[in-house]
């Protein structure tokens, strides 16, 4: 079987499954340009040596998934030695060039019209790349601070089974965090961010102060004082498979893309 070449773009926060324990959902670009879902992955899991970054290259055998998305596929050989072996990384060099190559190539301004591509079941697009008009405001909300007990009670049925019992599960956000802005039409969306590095600054934040307050003010300060303001931001989106043709606007933000305005260059020159 031929292997796939992938830049990974996307790692969303881990969360747990009845079914496949703790997870990750990562996406990114095959060589010619195309989005591609991998999922289930036990990230955490991984030897140190696949345990890939962002804007790493990867080549992985890959089949497609039961998930009804065309871009979500799966790990074949999951248990090999390799999975996921890395074969290159992306730099940021010349304000993210060889990035920009890469994941600029399609991007969508307007909501409404992606919102419709994926709810047409010949097309379904499940990933894309957004770019908001006007970025209002990066707000959090408190949440249940535990996973559904359900979960819980599957994780510990599977740990009676498994050779090294010891592994915990990540944390719970007990927050979430959301942009308020405009396409280009004007029109206001809220939605929901799920990156990964979302999560792991307000763990930082909050080892540091110890004060979940200042570490949901510093994970703000990072993403609307830092990125929606001197950054050339862009949003990963993707939908979640329940919500796909169920809810009216099924994407969440799954992460950020932030060159540096082009414009402030040509001033700093």
């Given at each position: ?8 773009t ?5 969360t ?7 997870l ?11 989005w ?5 992955i ?13 804007y790493?290259?990867?080549e992985?055998d ?6 009804f998305?065309?871009e ?10 390799e ?8 730099d ?28 047409n079941?010949?097309?379904g697009t ?7 008009t006007?970025v209002?405001?990066?707000?959090w909300k ?5 996973w559904?007990?359900?979960k819980?009670?599957q994780?510990?049925q599977m ?13 719970k ?8 802005f ?14 990964w ?9 909050f080892?540091?102060y ?14 609307m ?17 329940v919500?796909h043709?169920?809810?009216p606007?099924p ?18 020159f």
């Amino acid at each position: 079987m031929a292997k796939t070449r992938i830049l990974i773009t996307v790692k969303t926060y881990p969360t747990i499954s009845k079914k496949y324990d703790e997870l990750v959902c990562t996406a990114g670009f095959t060589e010619d340009g195309k989005w591609i879902r991998l999922y289930p992955i036990p990230y955490r899991k991984l030897d140190y040596i696949n345990q890939y970054k962002k804007y790493d290259w990867v080549e992985v055998d890959l089949e497609r998934s039961s998930d009804f998305r065309p871009e979500s596929h799966k790990l074949v050989n999951v248990d090999v030695e390799e999975p996921i072996k890395v074969v290159g990384h992306l730099d940021t060099r010349n304000n993210w060039a060889a990035r920009k190559e890469v994941v600029l190539n399609r991007v969508y301004t307007d909501l409404k019209a992606l919102i419709e591509e994926a709810k047409n079941k010949a097309v379904g697009t499940s990933l894309a790349v957004f770019k908001p008009t006007v970025v209002h405001d990066f707000i959090w909300k408190e949440v249940d601070r535990e996973w559904e007990k359900s979960k819980q009670d599957q994780l510990l049925q599977m740990k009676l089974f498994e050779e090294n019992s010891d592994f915990e599960v990540v944390k719970k956000l007990p927050y979430k965090f959301s942009y308020r802005f405009d396409d280009e039409n004007g029109v206001e969306s809220t939605q929901m961010i799920e990156d990964w590095e979302t999560g792991a600054l307000f763990w930082n934040q909050f080892k540091k102060y110890g004060d979940e307050k200042k570490a949901c003010e510093s994970v703000r300060q990072k993403y609307m004082d830092d990125f929606a303001r001197t950054k050339d931001l862009y949003f990963f989106l993707g939908t979640t498979m329940v919500n796909h043709y169920r809810a009216p606007n099924p994407f969440i933000i799954i992460g950020t893309f932030t060159p540096k305005i082009e414009s402030q260059l040509s001033i700093n020159f």
